[in-house]
């Protein structure tokens, strides 16, 4: 009989798969000794900005485990993925925000389609090891949670833990060109891990202390200090899913934005010409630093999308199926 995640996969992500060499990032998390121990997050480093990561997964083969020589924190207002992590409650109990779960690009229950099957949590709710033989924690290879950030990141995990973490992952994705990768074996251990900060001696917010470089470097200007921004002219962009199968789709460019004072105008219009959408995006709805999310209603059909940003404006089109 084929395993769980064999047949899952088989459904929903397709058969034929080859390696990527993704890597796993450990960052080291101040948490201000709100709770007992260190907290980690761990990120799959993909090739490039179009990867994408869909499955974290055992397949019988391919045993998948997380381990502590100490405890692992759990929070009893959270739960074992970042589906229980409810935004409202972080408000109410910071310690909350240091829980110990697993995810694939969703810091908590917001607009978060994960999935988990053949996984028991019992022993990892209750501070102990997640040991998988067959199943998996994933999204669907369309969602938008899929897709790496500006610095080719996918969000895995985060463990609050008074000992020392390590695991051993394997993983699923798709490649620019929509064929599936998939890796085995990757390890982590929380020994390794980074600091995350700008790096660059030259910029206003160095960091001496940051040993791994998130793209948050800002730099003085004529006009005063503003974050490394590329020219939208100079970028390349992609829309994720296309087609679009459900009621949201992102905009992922392939360096760091950062747009000032200057809002970008995401425009949706159909083959009349006639505007089906239209919305204003600042810089506090860029997602990982590259990405826009829009949500929408519209019918299926083909349509224009059209990004606007002070002088400069581009179009790709866009197909919605339902």
């Known amino acids: 009989m084929k395993n769980l995640f064999a047949l899952t996969a088989a459904v929903l992500f397709g058969f034929s798969a080859a390696a990527s060499n993704v890597q796993l990032v450990v960052q080291a998390v101040d948490n201000g000794g709100a709770v007992n121990g260190n907290t980690y997050r761990i990120y799959a480093e993909l090739p490039s900005s179009q990867h994408s990561l869909h499955a974290i997964f055992a397949d019988g083969e391919h045993m998948l485990n997380i381990t502590s020589t100490g405890s692992i924190y759990q929070n009893q207002l959270g739960g074992a993925s970042t589906i229980d992590i409810n935004e409202a409650v972080l408000g109410i109990d910071e310690t909350l925000a240091f829980d110990s779960w697993v995810t694939v690009g969703a810091e908590n229950s917001s607009n978060n389609n994960l999935w988990n ?91 001496n202390t940051a040993t791994y470089d998130n793209g948050s470097c800002e730099f003085a200007t004529d006009n005063g200090p503003m974050a490394d921004l590329f020219s939208l002219e100079d970028s390349n962009w992609n829309v994720f899913p296309n087609p679009v199968f459900e009621g949201h789709f992102s905009i992922q460019f392939n360096q760091e934005v950062n747009l000032g004072a200057e809002n970008i105008i995401v425009e949706v219009t159909d083959m009349a010409g006639k505007t089906a959408l239209s919305q204003e995006v600042n810089s506090g709805s860029i997602i990982g630093g590259n990405r826009i999310m829009v949500k929408h209603d519209l019918a299926a059909g083909a349509y224009t999308l059209s990004v606007t940003h002070k002088d400069f404006s581009a179009a790709q089109n866009l197909i919605v199926k339902k």
Do not use: H, K
């Open 117 to 207: 099957i053949g996984i028991d949590f019992a022993s990892f709710n209750e501070g102990g090891a997640l040991e998988v033989v067959d199943g998996a924690w994933f999204v669907v290879p369309t969602d938008v949670r899929a897709v790496a950030d500006a610095r080719n990141l996918v969000l895995l995990m985060q463990i609050t833990t008074d000992g020392t973490a390590t695991g051993t992952l394997n993983m699923q994705g798709w490649t620019p060109e929509g064929e599936t990768w998939r890796d085995y074996d990757v390890t982590f251990t929380t020994t390794d891990a980074e600091v995350f900060g700008c790096t660059n001696p030259d910029a206003s917010n160095y960091a």
